[in-house]
């Protein structure tokens, strides 16, 4: 990815990212301070501890939602260290929304009295979904933040994961990034060996440039080549998605939010955020060559 790339995705996000992801894009590629992500994410959260007004583009009420707070956690992660307060404030709030066998699902049925995308105001089924409270569970095992939500969850997790036949691609990244952070390593190893089958099975490993497609690749799992995810695709499946992330970034600098859409103002923040994600990949497998200084931690 060449500095005129660089640029052309600057400059998108300049055009047409919230404000949010401007600031994060200036932390992420610019050197930028965290303490303006830090206060505009604030403005998303509510009493409850936890996120809504819209942090998920798809989800413009303002109510919290577990998906939006899942965005949220994601954001903080950036950004160092969480803080305790807005950990346990956001533990706090999943306590009062998560179900009786430990899970959590995507979102309430307050959504459907709220301005938001088709599929979620229409949704009927309010039951856990592995995929979000693993990935949740993950970030609060990355950051220390112990809560009795975060070892129910857990628990919640193991036991799923345990009698797991299959999965789905948005199913697999919560688990992977679970997988990345609980505290019992050989567990997890063992566990990410055993489901090795399965993920690859809802991959597209071969993917071809088409914005009418939405598909999941091997990248939206491994982000970086650290990553636990990244031994269960071989370098050739690396590089060729990667060759596929720098092909499919627009004249304009943006990439496409590859899913229906279904309001124009949605849709550019998805693009925003699909942007950053699609940088950040690139830049972690060394694809960038433009000299990008180190995101700051400023706490």
């Known amino acids: 990815m ?5 640029r052309a995705a600057e ?9 949010i992801d401007r600031h994060r894009f200036a932390h992420l590629f610019q050197n930028g301070s965290t303490e303006p992500i830090r206060s505009a ?12 007004n819209g942090l998920d583009p798809d989800l413009r009420g303002h109510s919290s939602q577990p998906v939006a707070t899942k965005i949220a956690l994601r954001y903080l992660d950036d950004l160092g260290p969480v803080p305790i307060s807005l950990g346990t404030g956001i533990c706090r709030y999943l306590t009062t929304v998560t179900n009786p066998d430990g899970g959590l699902p995507p979102v309430r049925p307050n959504v459907r009295h709220t301005e938001s995308a088709p599929w979620w105001q229409h949704r009927d089924d309010f039951t856990s979904d592995l995929g979000l409270t693993a990935l949740i569970a993950g970030y609060l095992h990355k950051h220390n933040i112990s809560h009795p939500w975060r070892d129910n969850a857990t628990a919640y997790c193991w036991k799923r994961l345990s009698s797991l036949h299959w999965t789905n691609p948005h199913e697999a990244i919560g688990v992977c990034t679970f997988l990345q ?5 050989q567990r997890a190893i063992d566990t990410i060996n055993r489901l ?10 071969h993917p071809t440039p088409d914005p009418r497609k939405h598909v999941h690749t091997p990248l939206d799992l491994a982000t970086d080549p650290g990553h636990i995810a990244r031994p269960l695709f071989t370098d050739a499946e690396i590089q060729r998605n990667l060759d ?6 627009r004249p304009d600098g943006g990439w496409d939010a590859t899913w229906q859409p279904w309001d124009t103002a ?3 923040e998805r693009e925003g955020m699909r942007t950053i994600q699609r940088l950040r990949v690139l830049s972690a497998y060394g694809r960038v060559n433009a000299y990008l200084p180190p995101p700051r931690h400023d706490r």
């Open 244 to 249: 596929c992330f720098e092909r499919t970034q």
């Open 196 to 205: 090795h089958p399965m993920i690859r099975a809802v991959l597209d490993t």
């Open 266 to 268: 949605a849709t550019l």
């Open 2 to 6: 060449t500095w005129d790339s660089l």
């Open 11 to 19: 400059h998108f996000t300049m055009r047409n990212a919230r404000l």
């Open 41 to 52: 994410l604030s403005a998303y959260r509510n009493l409850d501890g936890g996120y809504g």
């Open 181 to 185: 952070h609980v505290p019992d390593r």
